[in-house]
């Protein structure tokens, strides 16, 4: 137990090169057979414990790794100038000036956006602008295309492609459109999107590619297709994904699913806690980029659903605190103790 070798090591090349190396040296030093080792397995623990260096490339397995889609926005010195004219948020052009709604004593504005149940049509906008980053700040030297993902060799429709199809980056407001198309077809969830860019930084990961504007489509579809198989009971089948993207066969739907689940290593386990970095990191990305959520009016109804599940976990944790309740005196009814003689027989 706590061997630092192992076999069972998980997900990205990267990981499993350096993996590879400490096996080597690990063999090397030591003259012990396995039955005195006894079982070489990792401990849970030891894999818990990663280097900062691995960290760095794994943003979708580990929690305290930074988002791809993140660094390449702060990494943008020219934010997407269409983005503040043409924004659709809670701010509203008044001569000029921006106004922000604000609770007052007659009217609550409220988010209506929670980690457990985010705002849809937000979360696709935030999903669409994280991949036009990544787009946009793509590493050209580095990364390949990958035939399973190149339009022009599997492509989504019958029209012929522009022979530059692969040179202009696409805009926000396209990528938003087609991820928006597919979600309403399949009648998806918001927590299907965020899953969705999981899978896509975590393939990118793996496979050291760079999405660009002849793949980007593709790799879109594959990890829509794959977050909706795992993350919602009823998924959407292939064929149905045929009916909404009509020129596809099932036979490339099919490929696709399966070279995608290769290339992650078939590593579709997406953690609470990367869940939550990822809501976090988007809600950031739209404050940054002043696509906020937008507010409602607190009515009648959602003010007593809001009481009702106060009153509900006051009523859970109240034996907890009870019991948690410590018994206190005062300092004034503390007395001087009696020396009693001890009997010594």
């Given at each position: ?7 069972c ?16 040296s690990y ?22 414990n ?35 004219e ?16 604000h ?10 956006s ?8 937000h979360?696709i ?17 580095g990364?390949?295309l ?9 492509p989504?429709?019958?029209?012929a ?9 696409p ?21 299907c ?8 930084e ?63 290593q ?10 939550a970095k990822?809501y ?5 990305l739209?404050?940054?980029n ?34 948690a ?6 300092v ?12 010594l027989?």
């Amino acid at each position: 137990m706590g061997n630092t070798a192992s076999c069972c090591v998980s997900g990205s090349p990267k990981l499993r090169r350096n993996v590879h190396t400490r096996l080597d040296s690990y063999q090397q030093e030591s003259d012990l057979s396995r039955e005195e080792t006894g079982c070489n397995l990792q401990h849970i623990s030891d894999r818990e414990n990663v280097d900062e260096m691995d960290l760095e490339y794994n943003p979708s397995d580990h929690p305290r790794a930074t988002t791809i889609f993140l660094s390449k926005s702060q990494n943008d010195e020219m934010p997407h100038k269409s983005l503040r004219e043409k924004r659709k948020s809670v701010f509203i052009n008044n001569n000029g000036m921006l106004r922000r709604k604000h609770s007052s004593c007659s009217t609550i504005f409220l988010d209506d956006s929670t980690i457990s149940q985010p705002h849809l049509k937000h979360t696709i906008k935030c999903v669409a602008l994280a991949i036009y980053y990544h787009i946009k700040n793509r590493d050209t030297d580095g990364g390949m295309l990958m035939d399973i993902f190149d339009e022009k060799l599997h492509p989504l429709s019958k029209s012929a492609l522009p022979p530059d199809y692969d040179q202009h980056d696409p805009e926000q407001r396209q990528i938003y459109r087609f991820i928006r198309t597919l979600f309403s077809a399949a009648q998806l969830t918001s927590e299907c999107a965020i899953v969705t860019l999981v899978y896509l930084e975590r393939l990118l990961t793996y496979a050291e590619i760079c999405i660009c504007p002849g793949s980007w489509r593709r790799i879109v579809l594959g990890s829509i297709l794959l977050a909706s198989k795992v993350w919602d009971d009823q998924a959407v089948w292939n064929v149905d994904y045929c009916q909404i993207l009509k020129d596809m066969t099932v036979e490339d739907m099919n490929e696709l699913e399966r070279r995608f689940l290769e290339l992650l290593q078939f590593n579709i386990n997406v953690p609470s806690s990367v869940y939550a970095k990822y809501y976090f990191d988007l809600r950031s990305l739209s404050e940054s980029n002043n696509l906020n959520v937008p507010l409602e009016p607190l009515s009648r109804d959602k003010a007593q659903r809001l009481e009702a599940i106060s009153r509900l976990c006051d009523d859970k944790f109240k034996d907890i605190r009870r019991a948690a309740r410590k018994r206190s005196g005062s300092v004034d009814n503390l007395c001087r103790g009696r020396w009693v003689p001890a009997i010594l027989s």
